[in-house]
């Protein structure tokens, strides 16, 4: 499976702390990643940075929290899009400019990153975000620095990065978000009851701090907040949104709100849809938890099949691309899923997920539910064949790891050992969220690639220069 882009987190408060209040956004953002988490603070003079590898309640206890002192910071989950695992790839990236020290955290990928580090002259950078810092930093070197300092050199150095951005930045005394003009992946601004700020990946990360959602920041802008609240700056030329359409399918959680619709109720609604494409005499429809259980439910109601918990997922195990290897992501599915004999024995099953891409996880639940009993599998998918490797913060950037991008329908049901095979067509897929016009990048599904791609991208593209 590959990895999904990470979770950004931004706060500004008038009256309290906030070390407490980012760990609690970043963990309600932990399913967007999983293999570093960090939170950086000011107090006004000093920025402070705690970061390191491992789910957020393991990099973060009371004493370090207690550390992080101040009233304005911002936090990161990680996912490797691209680099390695390491401790310095961790973020917030932090860079000291005389008086000035600039945290950067980053959800997706830029597609420009070998012209960027040549101009830079850097060789050690590992990581598209490093870059930016870099790139920021020198920008405020470069005599820009003012009382503006951050906001200025962002809106002369942003306009350089090509691809996907969805950042949290902050300096000593303000916080900003700011969004590619496509706006690839998510971010939104939620107000705190105190009068202060947050930015957030998700809006269920808002709910979990009790901050009240205020709107999305638009693709392409860039919102500064500090003592004066927010300033809303736009550095780039406008072009059409693009929202990723995979958030709607799998990455964000289920209690999110994007474009104004629950994703709940667009998975849902694309469950139907699968139904009224691809139909199947069957006794009852069990989802792959958790991805694949509102889609199963909207199946299951759309058709008249009752719905039944068929595999269950131990909750105390993080998704298996916790482990990037392929060699640990074979093993983490038997620690993750589980079948239950007596739901599926003689059953022919529709087993619902959101989606195949590489293609292994889903041949082993296959092999497992006939394994425990079932007469059939009917596997249901409520995306399309995801034939197009991703440039924009997926790790999907290898074409020949997609199985839809070697094999047909046909074969890719053979391959997977399912007596039929359905995936849902883009039209329905688009309409089921509700939102269509509202502007989505479908690359990855339909090959048509909103902005620029690198030639030659690949995830270590940098560290083999
Ligand atoms: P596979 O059969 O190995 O392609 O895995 C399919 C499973 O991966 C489905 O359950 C999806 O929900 C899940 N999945 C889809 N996209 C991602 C992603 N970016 N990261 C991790 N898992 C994913």
């Given at each position: 499976m590959p990895g999904e882009a990470c979770g950004v987190f931004a706060a500004y408060s008038t009256t309290q702390r906030v070390s407490h209040l980012i760990y609690f956004g970043l963990f309600a953002l932990q399913h967007r990643g999983q293999e570093s988490a960090g939170i950086a603070t000011s107090d006004g003079e000093t920025v402070t940075v705690f970061k390191d590898l491992g789910l957020v309640p393991q990099v973060f206890d009371e004493p370090a929290l207690a550390g992080l002192d101040g009233h304005l910071g911002i936090g990161h989950t990680r996912y490797s899009t691209m680099g390695s695992t390491t401790w310095a790839n961790a973020q917030p990236a932090h860079r000291q400019v005389g008086s000035t020290s600039v945290a950067l955290g980053h959800n997706g990928n830029l597609t420009n990153t070998a012209e960027l580090a040549a101009a830079l002259g850097v060789s050690e950078a590992t990581t598209d975000s490093d870059l930016m810092a870099e790139g920021l930093a020198r920008a405020i070197d470069d005599g820009r620095s003012d009382a503006r300092g951050l906001e200025l050199a962002l809106m002369g150095v942003a306009p350089t990065w090509q691809g996907a951005f969805s950042l949290v930045l902050m300096d000593q005394g303000r916080i900003v978000g700011l969004r590619d003009p496509h706006g690839f992946r998510p971010l939104c601004l939620g107000s705190l009851p105190d009068g202060g700020w947050v930015i957030a990946s998700e809006s269920a990360a808002l709910d979990l701090v009790g901050a009240r959602f205020v709107r999305e920041v638009a693709a392409g802008e860039m919102l500064v907040i500090d003592a004066g609240g927010p300033r809303s700056y736009h550095p780039f030329p406008e072009v059409k949104p693009g929202l990723c359409l995979f958030e709607f399918v799998y990455f964000a959680r289920p209690d999110t709100h994007m474009y104004g619709r629950s994703i709940h109720a667009a998975r849902h609604e694309m469950g139907r849809r699968l139904c009224e494409e691809h139909p199947v005499d069957a006794d009852v429809v069990v989802p792959v938890p958790e991805s694949g259980i509102p889609a199963a439910q909207g199946y299951a109601a759309a058709s008249g099949i009752p719905y039944t918990d068929g595999l269950v997922k131990n909750r105390y195990v993080g998704r298996t691309f916790i482990e990037p290897t392929q060699l640990l992501r074979d093993q983490g599915i038997r620690l993750k899923l589980n079948p239950i004999p007596e739901t599926l024995r003689g059953r022919r099953v529709v087993l619902v997920d959101d989606s195949i891409v590489r293609g292994s996880t889903t041949k082993k639940l296959v092999s497992m539910v006939r394994e425990a009993g079932a007469a059939e599998v009917h596997l249901r998918i409520s995306s399309p064949p995801y034939r197009w490797p991703c440039f924009y913060g997926m790790d999907t950037s290898d074409r020949d790891t997609l199985i839809a991008a070697r094999l047909g329908i046909e074969e890719i049901r053979h391959h997977l050992g399912a007596d039929s095979l359905g995936y849902l067509s883009l039209e329905a897929l688009l309409e089921a969220?509700?939102?269509?016009?509202?502007?989505?990048?479908t690359a990855c599904l339909s090959g048509r690639y909103p902005a620029e791609v690198p030639v030659t991208a690949d995830k270590f593209q940098l560290e083999r220069r």
């Open positions: 969220t509700g939102v269509a016009d509202a502007g989505f990048c």
